[in-house]
């Protein structure tokens, strides 16, 4: 059975998720499994479209109950990514790792990941598919939160409900937003299991 070197010599990989990566990227997690699925059961009650979540993958219960935990969780969401996106500006992270985003490297990059020839052996840097999608989901958590904003306060933030084409038009940009997310969820994390080491980086930052 081979054995564990847990000496002081033992080599330590480089450290590639930060602490404040770390926190913020799971307390994200967290608040947007619930905002997902409080905001399901908030929708039901008045849906955009011909058809409803099943109650059985929604939160709250009924209208109220998700109210209550999209309020709630709503502030943990807005105070985590506004630490995670002043930590990614204050630091250099945001430049040096998501950009640039060159539509030639997107294209060949999405060809080998899809013909699975796409290298990960080295964690540290992000592919230009990867960089675009983590660029382009944080740019769509943050229309989700100020689309939430003018839902939520119509009257006091009329100049941000006029931004998104009223009332109305800010319900349908929350919707997409929110799809956009499900959808970027349902892939990232598929990618997260078939690379189980890049799932041991965010949680150990190694
Ligand atoms: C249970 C759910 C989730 C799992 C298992 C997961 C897993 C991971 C893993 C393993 C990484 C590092 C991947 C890599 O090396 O490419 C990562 C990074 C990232 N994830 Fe997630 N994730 C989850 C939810 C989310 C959600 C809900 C969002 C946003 C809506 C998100 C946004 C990001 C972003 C932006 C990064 C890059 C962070 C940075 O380097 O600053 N993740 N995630």
């Not at 847990?6 to 930060?18: E, R």
């Not at 930590?87 to 490297?105: D, H, V, W, Y």
Request: aromatic share 12%; with cysteine; hydrophobic share 60%.
């Amino acid at each position: 059975m081979a054995s564990i070197d847990t000496s002081a010599s033992a080599p330590l990989h480089p450290v590639i998720h930060p602490i404040w990566v770390r926190l913020t990227h799971w307390i994200n997690a967290f608040a947007m499994l619930v905002m997902i699925g409080s905001g399901w059961e908030i929708y039901n009650a008045s849906p955009l479209f011909g058809f409803t979540f099943p109650g059985a993958i929604t939160l709250g219960g009924w209208l109220a109950g998700a109210l209550l935990w999209h309020f709630a969780a709503m502030w943990l969401l807005a105070v985590n990514g506004i630490i995670y996106v002043a930590f990614g500006l204050a630091t250099g992270r945001f430049r040096s790792k998501l950009l640039p985003i060159r539509p030639g490297e997107v294209i060949a990059d999405a060809k080998a990941a899809l013909t699975f020839k796409l290298a990960h052996d080295d964690l540290s840097k992000y592919n230009a598919v990867q960089r675009l999608l983590y660029a382009g989901i944080i740019v769509v958590a943050i229309v989700i939160v100020l689309s939430g904003l003018s839902i939520w306060k119509p009257v006091q933030l009329q100049w941000l409900t006029a931004l998104f084409g009223g009332y109305d038009a800010a319900r349908y940009v929350h919707f997409f937003c929110m799809a956009a997310i499900v959808g970027f969820l349902v892939v990232h994390v598929l990618l997260a299991l078939l690379v189980p080491k890049s799932l041991r980086a965010m949680l150990t930052g190694r």
